[in-house]
């Protein structure tokens, strides 16, 4: 079957950095994605790799090993607004997307 | 601005009673998609329409049934409703299929079933 693991949820501190790591197994692989969702409402895209590496956009890095299955997304200099839940989705083999049920991370000052 | 917008926000039925839940976009992407997410749960893919092809995912309940009669929207039906389908229903566009398109979600619709 395919697989997405996350962990359910994280604290960090204001200010603070903060990884949040995906690992999964699907039927082949052409992407993964990393949303953002904050509470009640729809999720927001953060992220996009397809390739091996760092991937950085402001506050926000993700990175990739495809041998390892392997993802994380960096907060950096973390913000009140960013208390959501974190989505990982790995495109497979079809071009469907395989969602996580994602981190809800809580930020405190 | 270019958007996803569902209505209703907030929709209230009552046990087997058919409801429909409505979705349009001003992006004109060539794909949409149904989704259902309850609390701290994945999204659950239900639909997508490449253009005017419907896909139906596997396990999707024949009780829910989708319509797209242009590429601006996109309707889901609810033939019957029960109690387990209290969810969110989010709607997505995405500018093409397979690849790095990323998909754009709407507001949602909260379902609850009474």
């Known amino acids: 079957g395919q697989n997405i693991d996350q962990p359910t949820e994280m604290t960090a501190t204001e200010g603070a950095i903060v990884q949040i790591n995906c690992t999964y197994q699907?039927?082949?692989?052409?992407?993964l994605f990393w949303y953002q969702q904050h509470a009640g409402e729809a999720p927001t895209f953060l992220s996009y790799?397809?390739l091996d590496g760092l991937e950085e956009k402001g506050r926000f890095s993700s990175f990739l090993s495809r041998s390892k299955g392997y993802s994380y997304l960096l907060l950096k200099e973390l913000q009140m607004k960013d208390s959501a839940s974190y989505l990982c989705?790995?495109?497979?083999?079809?071009?469907?997307?395989?969602w996580g049920a994602g981190t809800k991370l809580i930020i405190k000052p | 601005d270019a958007m996803v917008i569902q209505n209703p926000r907030y929709q209230v039925t009552q046990f087997g009673k058919p409801v429909t839940l409505s979705c349009s976009q001003t992006l004109n992407h060539n794909v949409m998609y149904w989704y259902q997410q309850k609390s701290s749960q994945a999204p659950k893919l239900l639909f997508h329409y490449y253009d005017k092809d419907f896909n139906n995912e596997a396990d999707t309940p024949d009780n829910f049934q989708s319509r797209r009669p242009n590429t601006s929207f996109c309707f889901l039906d609810i033939r019957s409703p029960g109690l387990g389908d209290a969810a969110m229903y989010l709607c997505a566009t995405s500018s093409d299929w397979g690849g790095g398109y990323e998909q754009y979600f709407g507001p949602g619709t909260r379902l609850t079933v009474t």
């Open positions: 989705a790995v495109l497979d083999s079809n071009y469907q997307l395989i």
């Open positions: 790799n397809v």
């Open positions: 699907t039927s082949g692989f052409n992407g």
